[in-house]
Antibody, heavy 120, light 110 residues
Framework: QVTLRESGPALVKPTQTLTLTCTFS??????????VTWIRQPPGKALEWLGR???????YYSPSLKTRLTISKDTSRNQVVLTMTDMDPADTATYYC????????????WGQGTLVTVSS | QSVLTQPASVSGSPGQSITISCTGT?????????VSWYQQHPGKVPKLIIY???YRPSGISDRFSGSKSGNTASLTISGLQAEDEADYYC??????????FGGGTKVTVL
């Protein structure tokens, strides 16, 4: 069974750097072409794709956020880390990680999500 | 502003069929058959219901169907039921490469 779970701070201050961890099980980034992607959703608003990492160290970022995002992986711990710099109240959102398969273009399954609030 | 355009809301009576459109460009929806759809009930995690334009994952009702013409993809819900009341999002691969979502459509069962 494939599962993913996001963890990190619930509250960050403006200008700070956010670090979120996606811990997954049921698949490996080293085999089977699995990838992990990050998606966020501000309260009451639409989903927004942030970025993706695969087992070959290929990393893709949202063009509108790429200067602020870094995605890394620790395959031995089955974790993917998202770092977002210079946080702003507009970045308040539920952040999800989800599995993708290389060559396939859908997100399934998703983690439960973690709400991050940016406020002083 | 989302890259893919969806109607903000669609409604229908139980048993009716409704269709949600998702309009993009030749660099995303029109590029290839890489459109997926997600259902999200309030306070819940999005759930994949259609992938590669027309395919349903195991366990998804055949009342959900997808199609595409040019730069516009569509999700049709047949035999509308109360449990279908939710937000629906389309997503597409883009030639950047990246992935994008639509702005979401709220489906109301009257």
């Amino acid at each position: 069974q494939v599962t993913l779970r996001e963890s990190g701070p619930a509250l960050v201050k403006p200008t700070q750097t956010l670090t979120l961890t996606c811990t997954f099980s049921g698949f490996s980034l080293n085999t089977g072409g699995s990838c992990v992607t990050w998606i966020r959703q501000p309260p009451g608003k639409a989903l927004e794709w942030l970025g993706r990492v695969d087992g070959d160290d290929d990393i893709y970022y949202s063009p509108s956020l790429k200067t602020r995002l870094t995605i890394s992986k620790d395959t031995s711990r089955n974790q993917v880390v998202l770092t977002m710099t210079d946080m702003d109240p507009a970045d308040t959102a539920t952040y999800y990680c989800a599995r993708m398969i290389d060559g396939k273009d859908w997100f399934d399954p998703w983690g439960q999500g973690t709400l991050v609030t940016v406020s002083s | 502003q989302s890259v893919l355009t969806q109607p903000a809301s669609v409604s229908g009576s139980p048993g009716q069929s409704i269709t949600i459109s998702c309009t993009g460009t030749s660099n995303d929806v029109g590029y290839n058959n890489y459109v997926s759809w997600y259902q999200q009930h309030p306070g819940k995690v999005p759930k994949l219901i259609i992938y590669d334009v027309t395919y349903r994952p195991s366990g998804i009702s055949d009342r959900f169907s997808g199609s595409k013409s040019g730069n516009t993809a569509s999700l049709t819900i047949s035999g509308l039921q109360a449990e279908d009341e939710a937000d629906y999002y389309c997503s597409s691969y883009t030639t950047t490469p990246s992935w994008v979502f639509g702005g979401g459509t709220k489906v109301t069962v009257l």
